[in-house]
């Protein structure tokens, strides 16, 4: 690690550098080596009120400052995303374990919904709606909702963070993040640097590094914050949730999935393999849109299971800083212990392995399973590693009713030779995203994203961002005299 990241393994509050005032370090560690990258004593609950107040003082004058103004901004983090890109490709791989090919996936994407920022600065409108009232004007303002807490996730934390903080910038909000805290540089203070050097003011942008188990609640109940943008498992998502209800915060819970692709029996064989394994082995599987099932006409069955195996059988898994890697490490060892134990159990309920991969440390070889009972409750689960359960079925009805057995509702693919076909069987699907003739993990800027049943509430991207980040607000003006009956 360079020194440029490792000065970055402090607190960010009102445009200061600073330790956290906490008892404890959290250790930044590389999953795959266990190198320790960066050593960051905790913030406290006084440093959470500090950053909410520091943003809420901010928010009103960059909120009058106008969109040109919060466009520039924008528009210089994005030429520093772009110069310092081999940089953070750099942080990306060793504080997360990932490979090559997927910080260059996460970097485009994070480029991608830059631009997309920069534009949705001038996006708000202010309307006017007609009246039933003589004289009467009514005026309809898009308002920035004031200061918007972003807790986000350890598998794309550069992304994510991103997806929430410039859109909130952009539309005259304050912020700030809390990063998980195994990826507390990619996901809050490299964020943060890129900010402060494109010139956004002080306070705007905070970053609190800490834990639950010294904060507790303090970070989503905090009075200042009007919406809480979490995305992480459902289970946490739920309290999230809860706790937000109770002071009538808005929440976008971006939450967990237990994606299926399907492959129907007119489908081309060999892309359906293809797309079948980016979708799960993509970042070793730590996607919340990942196929954690593969479902496949059982017309076509054989042939289809004896090519992915052989694909999958073909992944390199490793180190990965080699460009070769395509498997890195899981990012801690509860996660591959997870994984492992998941293996475990299908085996004992009577799964045959096709691929069985060994774990070593962090580093998780792909699996795949088949044979797994239809009441096993892995299959409704999410699974957010590099195994994989392959299931045959008879006909569509049997696969739409086992694509939709989970509790889960987030994303999908079919492949089939009929394009109007997969349309049809995607609408039969309970979930928020499906896609035809592709892969399952599928993210763009213009498009709503967020799922369905325990994978989620509110939408991101594209329009749905407005209602996410802004109010609106009624002013009426009154031409004339109104009437009143006393």
Same mark, same amino acid.
């Given at each position: 690690?360079?020194?440029?990241?490792?000065?970055?393994?402090?607190?960010?509050?009102?445009?200061?550098?600073?330790?956290?005032?906490?008892?404890?370090?959290?250790?930044?560690?590389?999953?795959?080596?266990?190198?320790?990258?960066?050593?960051?004593?905790?913030?406290?609950?006084?440093?959470?009120?500090?950053?909410?107040?520091?943003?809420?003082?901010?928010?009103?004058?960059?909120?009058?400052?106008?969109?040109?103004?919060?466009?520039?901004?924008?528009?210089?983090?994005?030429?520093?995303?772009?110069?310092?890109?081999?940089?953070?490709?750099?942080?990306?791989?060793?504080?997360?374990?990932?490979?090559?090919?997927?910080?260059?996936?996460?970097?485009?994407?994070?480029?991608?919904?830059?631009?997309?920022?920069?534009?949705?600065?001038?996006?708000?409108?202010?309307?006017?709606?007609?009246?039933?009232?003589?004289?009467?004007?009514?005026?309809?303002?898009?308002?920035?909702?004031?200061?918007?807490?972003?807790?986000?996730?350890?598998?794309?934390?550069?992304?994510?963070?991103?997806?929430?903080?410039?859109?909130?910038?952009?539309?005259?909000?304050?912020?700030?993040?809390?990063?998980?805290?195994?990826?507390?540089?990619?996901?809050?203070?490299?964020?943060?640097?890129?900010?402060?050097?494109?010139?956004?003011?002080?306070?705007?942008?905070?970053?609190?590094?800490?834990?639950?188990?010294?904060?507790?609640?303090?970070?989503?109940?905090?009075?200042?914050?009007?919406?809480?943008?979490?995305?992480?498992?459902?289970?946490?998502?739920?309290?999230?949730?809860?706790?937000?209800?109770?002071?009538?915060?808005?929440?976008?819970?971006?939450?967990?999935?237990?994606?299926?692709?399907? #492959?129907?029996?007119?489908? %081309?064989?060999? $892309?359906?393999?293809?797309? +079948? =394994?980016?979708?799960?082995? !993509?970042?070793? /599987?730590?996607?919340?849109?990942?196929?954690?099932?593969?479902?496949?006409?059982?017309?076509?069955?054989?042939?289809?299971?004896?090519?992915?195996?052989?694909?999958?059988?073909?992944?390199?898994?490793?180190?990965?800083?080699?460009?070769?890697?395509?498997?890195?490490?899981?990012?801690?060892?509860?996660?591959?212990?997870?994984?492992?134990?998941?293996?475990?159990?299908?085996?004992?309920?009577?799964?045959?392995?096709?691929?069985?991969?060994?774990?070593?440390?962090?580093?998780?070889?792909?699996?795949?399973?088949?044979?797994?009972?239809?009441?096993?409750?892995?299959?409704?689960?999410?699974?957010?590693?590099?195994?994989?359960?392959?299931?045959?079925?008879?006909?569509?009805?049997?696969? #739409?009713?086992?694509?939709? %057995?989970?509790? $889960?509702?987030?994303?999908? +693919? =079919?492949?089939?030779?009929? !394009?109007?076909? /997969?349309?049809?069987?995607?609408?039969?699907?309970?979930?928020?995203?499906?896609?035809?003739?592709?892969?399952?993990?599928?993210?763009?800027?213009?498009?709503?994203?967020?799922?369905?049943?325990?994978?989620?509430?509110?939408?991101?991207?594209?329009?749905?961002?407005?209602?996410?980040?802004?109010?609106?607000?009624?002013?009426?003006?009154?031409?004339?005299?109104?009437?009143?009956?006393?």
């Amino acid at each position: 690690m360079s020194s440029y990241f490792t000065d970055l393994a402090q607190q960010y509050i009102d445009g200061e550098w600073r330790p956290g005032t906490g008892n404890w370090d959290i250790i930044d560690c590389n999953p795959y080596d266990g190198e320790k990258l960066a050593s960051i004593t905790i913030a406290t609950v006084d440093e959470i009120d500090q950053a909410y107040r520091a943003a809420a003082r901010a928010q009103r004058e960059w909120a009058s400052a106008g969109a040109f103004a919060r466009r520039a901004v924008l528009e210089k983090a994005l030429r520093l995303v772009e110069e310092r890109e081999p940089e953070i490709a750099d942080v990306i791989v060793a504080e997360l374990g990932g490979t090559r090919l997927k910080a260059a996936f996460e970097l485009h994407l994070a480029k991608e919904f830059l631009r997309e920022a920069v534009n949705l600065t001038t996006r708000p409108e202010t309307k006017i709606l007609p009246s039933p009232d003589p004289g009467k004007e009514n005026r309809l303002y898009r308002v920035p909702v004031g200061v918007v807490g972003v807790i986000s996730p350890f598998n794309f934390p550069f992304l994510l963070s991103l997806k929430s903080v410039a859109p909130a910038l952009a539309l005259g909000n304050g912020v700030v993040i809390k990063p998980h805290q195994d990826t507390p540089l990619t996901g809050g203070t490299l964020i943060a640097k890129i900010f402060e050097d494109a010139g956004l003011p002080a306070g705007l942008l905070n970053v609190i590094v800490t834990d639950i188990a010294e904060v507790g609640d303090a970070f989503i109940e905090h009075p200042v914050p009007k919406v809480i943008s979490f995305t992480g498992s459902d289970k946490i998502g739920r309290h999230v949730a809860t706790v937000c209800a109770g002071q009538f915060k808005r929440v976008i819970l971006e939450l967990g999935g237990n994606s299926a692709l399907v #492959v129907l029996d007119d489908a %081309d064989i060999d $892309y359906a393999v293809d797309a +079948a =394994v980016f979708s799960r082995y !993509v970042h070793q /599987g730590q996607v919340c849109m990942a196929a954690n099932r593969v479902l496949v006409d059982r017309s076509i069955a054989e042939e289809f299971t004896d090519k992915f195996v052989a694909k999958v059988r073909s992944l390199k898994a490793g180190d990965p800083s080699d460009p070769l890697t395509v498997v890195g490490p899981l990012i801690n060892s509860s996660q591959a212990e997870s994984v492992s134990a998941t293996v475990e159990q299908a085996l004992a309920e009577g799964a045959t392995a096709l691929v069985r991969g060994t774990t070593t440390g962090n580093l998780v070889e792909p699996s795949v399973l088949t044979g797994l009972p239809a009441d096993s409750p892995l299959l409704r689960q999410e699974v957010f590693g590099p195994v994989v359960f392959l299931l045959p079925f008879d006909g569509e009805e049997e696969a #739409v009713r086992l694509v939709n %057995d989970t509790p $889960y509702g987030l994303s999908g +693919a =079919v492949h089939t030779g009929d !394009v109007e076909r /997969g349309v049809r069987f995607a609408q039969r699907i309970d979930t928020g995203m499906f896609h035809v003739n592709d892969g399952t993990v599928h993210d763009e800027p213009l498009v709503p994203f967020g799922g369905e049943k325990n994978s989620g509430v509110g939408r991101l991207n594209g329009e749905t961002t407005l209602d996410a980040f802004t109010s609106l607000k009624w002013i009426s003006v009154q031409h004339g005299r109104s009437g009143f009956p006393f």
